[in-house]
């Protein structure tokens, strides 16, 4: 046995298919880039200039340099790309065009579906790739706030920003564990915690590919701790969305179980395009929330992906 398959070996009861999990889980990840809307005259510009007409899109672009483009079936102007090494080097990217990010990790901006003028407040948001989704579907108004710990995993995401053209976030780096209470309320937040990366597997970085198995269960704590102090900040009637990069219910299911409270409810969702698993709710013999089956679980075998899980979460209004 590898290391993919001693790395996933505890979750064969949970999966519909083991063998197809370890096998595409040792392959690499396709690469994916979205378009970024603020910067569509741009786009039009570049596309009359090499014959495209101005309707033209970043993947057409693309596709004039010879990479072979395929649309994203789930999310409109994202694409796979084969054919290009360095995405970051081309001229698209510099110019703010698009950006490159793992393809289910853009899953969670689209389950916080965050409106233009609204406060988001992105708890654990470095490097920033979905703090760059958040704030461009906002159309550049309201107030995205990027907080991280690290001041020096913040760099990154303000040097995209600024090549995007996002003007509408703000950074903090702040210990999530100590954020100012008196900072909200949201009417929207991501939690994407710190996790054991099991969902990474497929990255080709070494630093990324990591596993932390022996943070699968050490985790768990940080992780509430964290929501705690962020489910203060978000007003009734809010939406939290929790997400991680792993598979493990011990930093999923079992943290939202012993962290939320009555006035929370995990809601059922589905992107459509994109499969996802239910959520469990018995895990190492306890009974758990009945609305954990609403989280959605993304195996990297159903759609050729990373592995993510997903929750959404409303904070119930005082009047119910
Ligand atoms: C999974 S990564 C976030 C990825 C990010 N959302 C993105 O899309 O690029 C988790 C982040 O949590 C940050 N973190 C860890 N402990 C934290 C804490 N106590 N308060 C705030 N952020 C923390 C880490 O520095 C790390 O950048």
Redo the contacts with the bound molecule.
């Keep these: 046995m590898d290391d993919t398959a001693r790395a996933l070996q505890r979750y064969k009861e949970l999966v519909d298919d083991w063998d197809a999990l370890v096998d595409v889980s040792r392959r690499p990840l396709p690469l994916v880039v979205w378009q970024n809307p603020l910067r569509r005259t741009h786009v039009e510009r570049l596309a009359v200039g090499v014959g495209l007409d101005r309707g033209a899109t970043v993947g057409d672009l693309l596709a004039t340099r010879g990479y072979e483009v395929e649309p994203l079936a789930w999310r409109k102007g994202a694409w796979r790309v084969r054919g290009v090494d360095k995405p970051g080097r081309t001229l698209e990217h510099y110019l703010g065009l698009m950006h490159v990010q793992e393809e289910v990790?853009l899953a969670?901006s689209e389950v916080l579906a965050a409106k233009a003028g609204e406060a988001v407040l992105?708890?654990?948001?470095?490097?920033?790739?979905?703090?760059a989704c958040i704030a461009v579907g906002m159309r550049n108004t309201g107030t995205v706030v990027a907080?991280?710990?690290?001041p020096q995993?913040l760099r990154p995401?303000r040097s995209n920003c600024e090549r995007l053209g996002i003007l509408n976030v703000v950074i903090t780096p702040?210990?999530?564990?100590r954020?100012p209470l008196d900072a909200g309320p949201f009417d929207r937040m991501?939690l994407?915690?710190?996790?054991s990366?099991e969902g990474n597997l497929r990255d080709s970085r070494p630093s990324t590919r990591r596993v932390r198995h022996s943070q699968v269960e050490g985790r768990g704590g940080?992780q509430a701790t964290?929501l705690g102090r962020a489910w203060k900040l978000l007003r009734p009637g809010g939406v939290m969305v929790y997400s991680?990069?792993t598979f493990a219910p011990e930093e999923n299911e079992l943290v939202l179980d012993y962290a939320l409270g009555e006035d929370a409810v995990i809601e059922p969702f589905e992107i459509a395009g994109l499969r996802h698993d239910p959520g469990v709710t018995r895990w190492a013999g306890k009974d758990l929330r009945a609305d954990c089956a609403n989280l959605a679980r993304y195996w990297p075998h159903h759609n050729n992906t990373g592995g993510f899980t997903i929750a959404r979460i409303r904070k119930v209004a005082a009047n119910g």
């Design positions: 990790s969670p992105d708890f654990c948001a470095a490097p920033g790739g979905k703090t907080n991280d710990l690290r995993r995401l702040i210990n999530g564990m954020f991501l994407d915690v710190p996790c990366c940080l964290l991680t990069c």
